[in-house]
């Protein structure tokens, strides 16, 4: 079936590097991808999202590219903090409003 | 603010035993889920809900069931809980022309 992956199930970066978070998906029929955090004993939150018909998108220290040729996605986190550590999801809806979820990446911050 | 909670936010049952896990939203939202999450598994849907009266299985839906009776609730119920859904489960919600899903806060679930 078709599914969401990630290539890193943990990352460690220090404080103040550039994150990038990797994400692959299989589905070609999916048409929209978000980024969850979640943080430890809580529930994902929404992060940034984009559409098939973009290529990147910018939101406040985050941005999300999409590689539709090679079905890639990535998140990449500038100047990381330590309020950064968290479990990062993709998602991505292939029209049905249901998203299908990635394992996650650990994101581990040191200061 | 609108939200969306869910109870307990911790329970211990034993093996046999009806367990229901509660999800309330005030968003007014539609769309209404249940997910498991277990380590290596990421978040696994169990259940779905368009609107009132409609509900769906999802990925993994043996042993569970829910009903949609108004917008604001999904409860989740297990009719005979086992120690295979010892797991943390989270409820969330969205608009019906949206793919953001808004997450509760998660109800852990030990099974005995």
């Known amino acids: 079936g078709e599914s969401v992956g990630l290539h890193l199930p943990t990352l460690s970066v220090q404080e103040g590097d550039n994150s990038i978070i990797n994400c692959a998906y299989s589905?070609?029929?999916?048409?929209?991808f978000i980024w969850y955090k979640q943080e430890s004993g809580k529930g994902p939150q929404f992060i940034i999202d984009?559409?098939?018909?973009?290529d990147k998108r910018q939101g406040q220290r985050v941005t999300v590219l999409l590689n539709k040729t090679v079905k890639h996605l990535s998140l990449q986190i500038a100047a990381t903090q330590p309020g950064d550590s968290a479990v990062y999801f993709c998602?991505?809806?292939?029209?049905?409003?249901?998203?299908?979820f990635g394992r996650g990446t650990s994101l581990i911050v040191h200061p | 603010d609108a939200e969306i909670t869910q109870s307990p936010r911790h329970k211990i049952t034993e093996t046999g035993r009806q367990v229901t896990l509660a999800c309330h939203q005030t968003?007014?939202?539609?769309?209404m889920f249940w997910y498991r999450q277990d380590l290596g598994h990421g978040l696994r849907l169990i259940h779905y809900?368009?609107?009132?009266?409609?509900?769906n299985k999802g990925e993994v839906s043996d042993g569970y069931s829910v009903s949609r009776s108004n917008t604001e609730d999904l409860p989740l119920t297990l009719e005979s809980a086992a120690s295979s859904q010892t797991s943390v489960y989270f409820c969330?919600?969205?608009?019906?022309?949206?793919?953001?899903?808004?997450f509760g806060e998660g109800s852990r679930l030990t099974v005995l």
């Open positions: 969330a919600s969205s608009e019906t022309n949206t793919g953001e899903l808004f």
């Open positions: 589905n070609s029929a999916s048409d929209y």
């Open positions: 984009i559409r098939s018909n973009m």
């Open positions: 998602a991505e809806n292939g029209g049905s409003y249901i998203p299908t």
């Open positions: 968003w007014n939202h539609n769309n």
């Open positions: 809900s368009y609107g009132v009266q409609d509900t």
